[in-house]
């Protein structure tokens, strides 16, 4: 069964400013400036203003939908909710290097680009950052601290 109309509405917190156009979702605060591609999704989004408070408002649709597009709204939401908090207050990931018997070491490597960690499960593997102007590392004592706007690149 079909939906006529899903709607979910959020509040923009003070200094955080959100464009919308085609689907393209960028969200802009005090630690930077981050974009998401909505295009894969059949939803609608829409700045309003409370009329009340004045805010802003970022409202998403979706006209005639199934069960599977109804839980993509909240799905939505929920990304543009991370977005907004990596640019006002960040996220940081704290990992311990733990192990029984063989020692497990783990290096940052070509310049803030990548994290190289030894001997794990006995081979030597290598991992990029995904955005490297934003990732933040620091090791020390066997624990790596991961800094970043983006939820996912953690």
């Known amino acids: 069964m079909k939906t006529?109309?899903?709607?979910?509405?959020?509040?923009?917190?003070d200094g955080v400013n959100i464009k919308v156009k085609a689907k393209m979702i960028e969200v802009e605060g005090p630690r930077g400036k981050l974009t998401r591609n909505f295009?894969?999704?059949?939803l609608d989004f829409h700045l309003?203003?409370?009329?009340?408070?004045?805010?802003?408002?970022?409202?998403?649709?979706?006209?005639f939908g199934t069960r599977k597009t109804s839980a993509a709204i909240r799905t939505a939401l929920s990304h543009i909710e991370n977005l907004?908090?990596?640019?006002?207050?960040?996220?940081?990931?704290?990992?311990?290097?733990?192990y029984a018997h063989f020692p497990i070491n783990a290096s940052i490597t070509?310049?803030?680009?990548?994290?190289?960690?030894?001997?794990?499960?006995?081979?030597?593997?290598?991992?990029?950052?995904?955005?490297?102007?934003r990732s933040r590392m620091r090791s020390f004592?066997?624990?790596?601290?991961?800094?970043?706007?983006?939820?996912?690149q953690l």
């Open 4 to 13: 006529i109309l899903s709607s979910e509405t959020m509040d923009i917190p």
């Open 39 to 42: 295009k894969h999704l059949n």
């Open 48 to 63: 309003t203003k409370d009329e009340e408070t004045g805010k802003g408002k970022l409202r998403i649709e979706a006209w």
């Open 110 to 133: 070509s310049g803030n680009k990548s994290i190289e960690i030894r001997n794990f499960l006995g081979e030597k593997k290598g991992l990029p950052l995904l955005d490297p102007r």
């Open 84 to 98: 907004i908090t990596g640019v006002t207050k960040g996220y940081r990931y704290k990992m311990r290097f733990v």
């Open 141 to 152: 004592w066997m624990v790596m601290i991961l800094n970043s706007c983006l939820v996912q």
